[in-house]
Nanobody
Framework: QVRLLESGGGLVQPGGSLRLSCAASGGTLMHYAVTWFRQAPGKEREFVEQITVGGNKFYSDSVKDRFSISRDDAENTLYLQMNSLKPEDTAVYYC????????????WGQGTQVTVSS
């Protein structure tokens, strides 16, 4: 089964940028629907962006035009480029995968903290 490992989080000032990575092992990421979620303190986990099994991309309205999801098949890695960061983007970011476009996510990374603060 594929395993996921996120990296790239950190502290950034408002308006800054970060790129998160989600490296996959034990499986080929392009065969999965892959999604970035985030969870802020005291809040429910929320959907951020997704690449479906067919390669279609979906975005949350809250990050549209600021964040961009991509997948490097040669590196077997998922990315989330985050620009124009806001304090409300502060959260733990998780990547998740499932073998189809529907159903539960059973494959999760450990998460990476993103803090947007001056």
């Amino acid at each position: 089964q594929v395993r996921l490992l996120e990296s790239g989080g950190g502290l950034v000032q408002p308006g800054g940028s970060l790129r998160l990575s989600c490296a996959a092992s034990g499986g080929t990421l392009m065969h999965y629907a892959v999604t970035w979620f985030r969870q802020a303190p005291g809040k429910e986990r929320e959907f951020v962006e997704q690449i479906t099994v067919g390669g279609n991309k979906f975005y949350s309205d809250s990050v549209k035009d600021r964040f961009s999801i991509s997948r490097d098949d040669a590196e077997n890695t998922l990315y989330l480029q985050m620009n124009s960061l806001k304090p409300e983007d502060t959260a733990v970011y998780y990547c998740a995968a499932r073998p189809t476009n529907y159903g539960q996510y059973h494959i999760w990374g450990q998460g990476t903290q993103v803090t947007v603060s001056s």
